[in-house]
């Protein structure tokens, strides 16, 4: 064998140690032995020998005795890296260590463990649940107007909020032991979806008493007590909760709440007994001007040493429970949020409560802040997902039909290709949608997936501004005009509020994401660092070396990944599947690859600046959350029975995740602060360039966009999930009613169309018209009785509201007269 060829064959075989994550030794072992087969094959003369054998040795011995590694390399390492390490408050390590990680670390850590998501098996409803859902939601958004709710009321009405009460709405996470509902958080995403697609305000009303609060809290952190006192009253409605921590000064950065709780000693019916005054000021609190109990986060100081620690005065952020009935609570007054949900400020001075008002008890005093961070999965991850996914559901639906029914230029809309740009986007989202809502609401009832829950709390709620803008554009005047009939200007105006709970969008996408995901997801970096902070530094470099080196093992072994992957075009890389997914799996292995390796490196270069960098940390927030919703595509798209019909929206949804990948791995490279490093990032990610995937296709695009004109499997699935009253009793239904028979009268009714606009058939107005085609033959009796069945309905259906001046001046309070609108052909005919 020539030198050349060995060189070669070395060279394969090492690259595929490190892409086959081979250890130390082996890799240190076939280093060795290449030196020596060059020797044999007189490559490497006896000189050269001695000095590679003079290098490698020491090397060699050093990498691979641990207790001489640690001595001569680890230990001034971690040395350097403690001190480094930005010290870190314990709210900070509070809101790190919170929650768990899910499937998303296995596409952070570049190798994923397919069977990991293939075994996941998504929650079925129960008995319980599915006839929860069929009936008493059922029954409740039959009751729901939401026009009269949002424009007259500016409330629900009081049979509303009893039926609410009495059927348990607000105990869906209570456990049955409680008297609660106990639901699975995919049937609490359920019921929540179901009723957004009837009334945003019933919706969130229902959500925040199932979300972060006084519920949830005392389910996981009550004292037997707290249990047995507010738990039956919370269920049976009798008690109506709000949580309190944002306020004037103190919204995204909560742990920095002014509000203050001092230990106080109070003589009460002659009984000495420790309490709590309460200073506080709190805004935007959802339910405050209803709620009869108050759940509230501030911060507890024990100046005197009352708690029994005289050298504690500072606990931290607290959580109590106490009646907004009590003293010195000033409750009731409303915010408007764009939709009449109860939201409201609350006020506190000196407001005593005794100690025992501490969810937990005295016990849990300083430990409010990761009390929140570890039930926050629950907004995160099951109701504001819920809300976007019933957004969807409802436009794609409606969205759908109308841009079937409305024609302009002798067309329906929905044919045209700018406005198909629009409905093939509605529909690759919603698939999106549901697809990550199904997954994360399964991860929910796993575990409390902290860092899954802060990416689908971004993505899906952007995702579902962008569903609604697009339907906005595609219904032009018809959802401009507010009223009974528009089925989606609430949702427009009220938008914002899902953008701006549960940790605003912006800090979410550019702080939380990847700033959370890195470190959790990550196989090395937490290790590392609890490694660096262990006050047993014997202990603590043992462990460091550990995960030193693994960390150093794993760099080299995902850049090698991305790279052979990338230059045999995905080949080598896995899928857990066969058939049209399994291109786009080994597309995203490939990406998850360079992600790992992008982030270490990104870690590596900047450290903590780049917590700071949050345009650079937010585009690798991007890659990680468009690689989880991807996968969960495929997951979702296999799940359903690989339907056909349903394979352009799968195919649209990985598309766009991908170019959202790209886009983020780019721009984060071509931003990178160091040109060179940025450029071999870009290398190693894509070695041959951006390649073919640059989104979906207008081809894609518009096999989508017809679909959502028909009726297909999917939208046959989401018409099982939304609230769909009868005919103009529900603006939806409406619409819904309207698509339908003209579906059943397609594709007669356009070929009609047709011979009128080429004057094939002649005459004034409909009738005049149907009846010339039925006699030249053109049409059949029956399809023309269909078309005339089916034009009031259609005329109906694409009608907007007014108003008299007087209920609008008095927003509702004098009753408006409705005129009914009618074809200009009708008033020809009369005249
Ligand atoms: C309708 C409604 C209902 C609510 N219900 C409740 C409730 O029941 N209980 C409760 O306690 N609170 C509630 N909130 C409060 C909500 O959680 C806060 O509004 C939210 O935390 C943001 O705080 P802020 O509005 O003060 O915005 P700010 O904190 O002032 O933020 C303004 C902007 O700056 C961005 N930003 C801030 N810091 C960073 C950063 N480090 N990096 C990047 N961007 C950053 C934010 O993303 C945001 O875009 C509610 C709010 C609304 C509007």
Redesign the pocket.
């Known amino acids: 064998m020539s030198n050349v060829l060995f060189g070669l064959f070395a060279a394969v075989v090492l690259v595929g140690l490190v892409y086959s994550g081979a250890s130390l030794l082996t890799f240190t072992a076939a280093v060795g032995a290449a030196a020596l087969g060059f020797y044999a094959l007189g490559g490497l003369g006896t000189v050269g020998l001695t000095i590679f054998a003079v290098l490698y040795v020491p090397v060699a011995v050093v990498l691979n005795v641990p207790a001489l590694r640690r001595g001569v390399l680890t230990s001034p390492i971690f040395k350097a890296f403690s001190k480094a390490l930005p010290a870190m408050s314990q709210t900070e390590k509070d809101a790190l260590e919170a929650g768990d990680t899910w499937w998303e670390a296995e596409m952070f850590g570049g190798k994923p463990d397919w069977s990991k998501l293939m075994n996941v098996k998504y929650t079925e409803l129960t008995a319980d649940e599915k006839s929860f859902l069929e009936n008493e939601t059922e029954e409740l958004c039959k009751m729901l107007d939401d026009w009269k709710i949002t424009f007259e009321l500016k409330d629900l009405p009081q049979e509303v909020w009893d039926f609410m009460g009495k059927n348990k709405f607000f105990a869906m996470l209570i456990a049955k032991e409680h008297g609660g509902l106990g639901f699975s958080p995919y049937a609490q995403s359920c019921v929540v979806a179901k009723i957004a697609t009837r009334s945003l305000t019933a919706s969130v009303t229902v959500m ?1 008493p199932n979300s972060l609060g006084p519920g949830e809290l005392i389910m996981h952190y009550g004292t037997q007590e707290q249990k047995d006192y507010w738990l039956p009253r919370l269920v049976d409605g009798r008690e109506i909760p ?5 306020g004037p000064e ?5 742990s920095a709440i002014p509000d203050t709780g001092v230990v106080v000693k109070r003589n009460i019916n002659g009984k000495e007994e420790l309490g709590i005054m309460l200073n506080f000021s ?1 805004r ?4 405050a001007p209803v709620a009869t109990v108050v759940g509230l986060a501030f911060k507890l100081k024990d100046p005197q040493g009352l708690l029994g620690d005289a050298s504690k005065t500072d606990y931290g952020i607290t959580c109590a429970l106490l009646p907004a009935d009590t003293a010195g609570v000033q409750i009731g007054r409303r ?1 408007f ?1 764009g939709a009449v949900f109860m ?1 409201g400020p609350i006020i506190g001075r000196d407001v005593y409560i005794p100690l025992s008002s501490i969810i937990g008890g005295r016990e849990m005093a300083g430990k409010g802040w990761r009390m929140l961070v570890e039930c926050l999965s629950a907004g995160r991850g099951i109701s504001l997902p819920a809300l976007s996914a019933a957004s969807g559901w409802g436009m794609y639906l409606a969205t759908g039909a109308y841009a079937r029914i409305r024609r302009q230029f002798k067309l329906p809309i929905g044919k045209f290709e700018g406005v198909q740009e629009a409905t093939g986007k509605i529909g690759g989202l919603t698939y999106k949608l549901e697809a990550s809502r199904v997954l994360t609401a399964t991860a929910c009832a796993e575990c409390a997936p902290s860092v899954v829950t802060a990416m689908m709390k971004y993505h899906m709620t952007e995702m579902m501004r962008e569903i609604i803008l697009r339907s906005m554009d595609v219904h032009g005047g018809r959802t401009v005009i507010l009223g009974p009939r528009n089925y989606l200007g609430q949702a427009y105006q009220a938008m914002p ?1 899902a953008i ?9 996408r ?2 939380i994401v990847f700033g959370q995901g890195a470190i959790r997801c990550h196989p090395w970096v937490l290790k590392e660092m609890q490694a660096a902070q262990n006050p047993n530094k014997a202990e603590g470099l043992r462990d460091f070396d550990k995960a030193f080196f693994g960390h150093l093992g794993h760099i080299f072994n995902r850049a090698m990944r991305a790279l052979v992957l990338g230059l045999t075009g995905n080949r080598l890389a896995k899928s857990p599947v066969s058939g049209e997914m399994a291109v786009y799996a080994k597309a995203l292995e490939r990406r998850s690859a360079a992600l790992a390796f992008t982030a270490d490196v990104a870690m590596g270069v900047l450290g903590g600046e780049l917590k700071r960098r ?1 345009r650079l940390s937010s585009r690798l927030g991007d890659v990680l959350s468009h690689l989880y919703m991807a996968t969960a595509v495929i997951k979702y798209y296999e799940t359903n029975g690989r339907n056909k019909e349903e394979l352009a929206h799968a195919k649209w949804a990985i598309e766009d995740s991908i170019a959202e990948i790209d886009k983020a791995f780019v721009e984060f490279n071509r931003n990178f602060p160091v040109k060179a490093i940025g450029g071999l990032l870009n290398f190693v990610a894509f070695p041959f360039g951006m390649g073919k995937t640059r989104g979906p296709s207008d081809t894609l695009n518009a096999q989508v966009a017809d679909l959502m004109m028909e009726r297909n499997v999917f939208a046959e699935r989401l018409l099982d999930k939304v609230f769909v009253g009868e005919g103009s009793s529900d603006p939806t239904g409406r619409i819904l009613e309207a698509a339908d028979k003209l579906l059943s009268i397609e594709p007669g009714y356009s070929n009609f169309l047709k011979a009128v606009s080429s004057g094939k058939v002649v005459g004034e107005g409909l009738e005049a018209q149907l009846k010339d085609a039925v006699a030249k033959k053109l049409i059949s009796a029956e399809l023309a009785q269909g078309i005339r069945e089916y034009e009031p309905i259609r005329f109906d259906a694409i009608l907007t509201d007014d108003f008299s001046k007087d209920y609008l001046r008095t927003n509702g309070q004098i009753p408006d007269e409705i005129i009914e609108a009618k074809p200009v052909s009708e008033y020809k005919e009369a005249a």
């Open positions: 925040v709000c949580f309190g921590l944002t103190v919204g995204s950065d909560a709190k935007y609190i959802t339910l915010h949020p939201n509020v701006t709970v549960e940790g605003a969008n912006i800090m979410t550019n702080l949050e």
